[in-house]
Structure formats: structure tokens, C-alpha cells
């Protein structure tokens, strides 16, 4: 266990999968928690979840394309708990798998809207906040096994994620002076709703890639993010945050 006891987090896409396990493991460790996502009743049952923990959890719904309602959520949080330690940008869109060929132009908009411009307008209004502490803070964002090992049919996925990569890369350069950790969480194949929701022949699709040849379940990842939260971390930044049952080694 980690302990987050006093810290304050918002963590979007808080309503399911691997940011409910975020939100969950972190409240679990003692951090007051916002869930930021588009499903309100989703949102709820993370914080009624919570209810049980060391920590608090708020939830506020928040679509991560709109700035004014990312600001909105960034400023409901230190209002209510008083301050910020960070940021877990998880909030994804995923899109239906195509040839490069025949994508849509919409689907493109939309999936970097989401997974690209949505994880920049978390992660800024989160840093405006961190460096007015001047206590330094940890951003993370969700990236994606994807990103590194790409599978076809999935470029606009691939190539949003890839730019998370990178951001957080020259991220954690940028805010290493002011004590501010930038890393990125990099699930395999990953036992969610999005994943399930193609049925089982999509998730072995998907375990093809896998050499473990077992999905990975989102508390694994919000174990390790939850120690990448906390302060026995201190100097871990620029980092890829894998549990991928192997999928991006070799
Ligand atoms: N499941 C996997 O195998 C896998 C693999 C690699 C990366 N990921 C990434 O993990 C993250 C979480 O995905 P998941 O697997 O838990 O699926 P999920 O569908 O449970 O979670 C995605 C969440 O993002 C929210 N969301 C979507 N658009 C939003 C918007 N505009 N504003 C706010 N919230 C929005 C959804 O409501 C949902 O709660 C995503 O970034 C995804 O790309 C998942």
C-alpha cells in the first residue's frame, strides 16, 4: 500500500475501468479524490464506492474536449479539498478499427480531441494550480501498449497515444526544475468495458499480441500508480508505466 494520506487528486474517466481502479486505489491509500468523466451515474457509484476509505471522492462530471468544463472541475477541487497534488488523465475515446484508407475524418477528430487535446487541457489547468502551490505535483496521463507495439487498423488510436507519449516525455523535462513528475500509465490489453464491449472475439484479438496470453486487470495498474502518486516516488518522471503481461517487451 501507498500511502497518499493528505493529497488531493482528480482523476478523469473516474467512472470506469482503469480510472475507477485509479480512483478507488488512491482514495483506498488516503487521497481525496475528484472523478472527472461523461457518465454522471458512473461518477456516483465511484464515490459511493469510496465510502469505505481513508479518503473523500467528489464527483464532476466533466466532458475533457470542453476547456471551461475542465477548469471548472481543476477549480471545484480546490475549493473543496482545499488544494492539488496532481492530475491522472485517463479519460479515453476509442474508435472502431479500419483501414488507414477509410477512416473517417471524424473519428480522427474526435479520438485526438479526447485522447490528445483532452489530456493537454487536464494536464495545463492541473499545472497552473501545482505551480501557484510551488510544492511540486504529479501529472500522469493514460497512454496505451498501442502506442509502442501498434496494431493495424487502429491508427487514430495509435497516433493519439503516441503523442501522449511524447508529451509527458518533454513534459517531465520541462517541470523537473519545479519538482512537477510526468509519467505515463501504459495498460496491455486491459480487462475493461471497452474492451469487453467488442465481445469475447475481440479480446482475444486483442491477447494475440499478448505473450502472457492473459488480460491485465485495471487494479494492477492503479496499484502502481498509486506508489508513482505518493512520495516514496520522488524522482521517478519521464517514465513509462507498463503492466502489459509482456506485450511491448522484446
Ligand atoms: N482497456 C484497454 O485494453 C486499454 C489499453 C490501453 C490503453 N487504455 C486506455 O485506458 C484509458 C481508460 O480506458 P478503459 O479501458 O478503462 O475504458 P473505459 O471505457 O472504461 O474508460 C474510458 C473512460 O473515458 C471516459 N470518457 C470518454 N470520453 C470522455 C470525455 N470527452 N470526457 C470525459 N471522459 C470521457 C468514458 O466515459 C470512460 O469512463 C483510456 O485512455 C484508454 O485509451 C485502455
New binding site residues.
Given amino acids: 500500500m501507498s500511502d497518499l494520506t493528505g493529497k488531493v487528486f482528480v482523476v478523469?474517466?473516474g467512472?470506469?475501468?482503469?480510472?475507477q481502479a485509479i480512483a478507488l486505489r488512491a482514495a483506498r491509500d488516503g487521497a481525496n479524490v475528484t472523478v472527472?468523466?461523461?457518465?454522471a451515474e458512473?461518477l456516483d457509484e465511484t464515490v459511493a464506492a469510496m465510502s469505505n476509505y481513508a479518503g473523500d471522492g467528489m464527483a464532476l462530471p466533466?466532458?475533457?474536449?470542453d476547456p471551461d468544463q475542465v477548469n471548472a472541475m481543476i477549480a471545484g477541487t480546490v475549493e473543496k479539498f482545499g488544494r492539488l497534488d496532481g492530475v491522472v488523465a485517463?479519460?479515453?475515446?476509442?474508435v472502431k478499427q479500419t483501414s488507414f484508407a477509410e477512416m473517417d475524418l471524424d473519428d480522427w477528430n474526435r479520438v485526438v480531441a479526447?485522447?490528445l487535446t483532452?489530456v493537454f487541457l487536464c494536464l495545463q489547468a492541473t499545472l497552473k494550480v501545482l505551480l501557484k502551490q510551488g510544492e511540486g505535483g504529479s501529472l500522469l496521463a493514460?497512454?496505451?501498449?498501442?502506442a509502442i507495439r501498434p496494431i493495424p487498423g487502429m491508427i487514430p488510436y495509435t497516433a493519439s497515444?503516441g503523442g501522449v507519449h511524447q508529451l509527458m516525455r518533454a513534459l517531465a523535462i520541462e517541470l523537473a526544475e519545479d519538482k512537477i513528475r510526468c509519467n505515463t500509465i501504459v495498460?496491455?490489453?486491459?480487462r475493461?468495458?471497452?474492451?469487453m464491449v467488442g465481445g469475447p472475439e475481440y479480446a482475444s484479438r486483442?491477447l494475440k499480441y499478448v505473450p502472457m496470453d492473459e488480460l491485465v486487470e485495471?487494479e494492477e495498474l492503479a496499484a502502481l500508480v498509486s506508489f508513482a502518486l505518493s512520495d516514496e516516488a520522488p524522482h521517478m518522471t519521464g517514465t513509462l508505466l507498463k503492466v502489459d503481461a509482456g506485450r511491448t517487451s522484446g
Fill in positions: 478523469t474517466g467512472e470506469s475501468g482503469i480510472g472527472g468523466g461523461l457518465n458512473g466533466t466532458d475533457v474536449t485517463n479519460a479515453g475515446a476509442f479526447v485522447n483532452g493514460t497512454g496505451s501498449s498501442t497515444k495498460p496491455g490489453v486491459t475493461t468495458q471497452a474492451l486483442g485495471p
